[in-house]
């Protein structure tokens, strides 16, 4: 069974930066498209960014747009986001998720397998 692996999360203040990492075992990474969600208390999980496969184009939120960044490593099986200039409102579990048809999309139902989520708190 695969499986997808989230690290990188943590306590950060306004401004500052990390970077999570997703790393894929058991599947065929290089051909999926990955994505991030995110998951804020009493809010539904959305998306983030993606990128389609063999570190093709990618695809972000307009609240990710200029400050995150996606990003593949296909010989390490790994997909990051480097998130630069976080404000209080990141703040949410982050995910990572598997599309199997390589295409890559904002929406939750794209997306065949998911990661168990890393915490992100930015204080302000």
């Known amino acids: 069974q695969g499986q997808l692996v989230e690290s990188g999360g943590g306590l950060v203040q306004a401004g500052g930066s990390l970077r999570l990492s997703c790393a894929a075992s058991g599947h065929p990474f290089r051909s999926y498209a990955m994505g991030w969600f995110r998951q804020a208390p009493g809010k539904e999980r959305e998306f983030v960014a993606a990128i389609r496969r063999f570190g093709g184009s990618t695809l972000y939120a307009d609240s990710a747009k200029g400050r995150f960044t996606i990003s593949r490593d296909n010989a390490k099986n790994t997909v990051y986001l480097q998130m630069n200039s976080l404000k209080p409102e990141d703040t949410a579990v982050y995910y990572c998720?598997?599309?199997?048809?390589?295409?890559?999309?904002?929406?939750?139902?794209?997306?065949?397998?998911w990661g168990q989520g890393t915490q992100v708190t930015v204080s302000s």
């Open positions: 998720a598997a599309d199997i048809t390589g295409v890559g999309s904002t929406l939750r139902v794209a997306y065949n397998y």
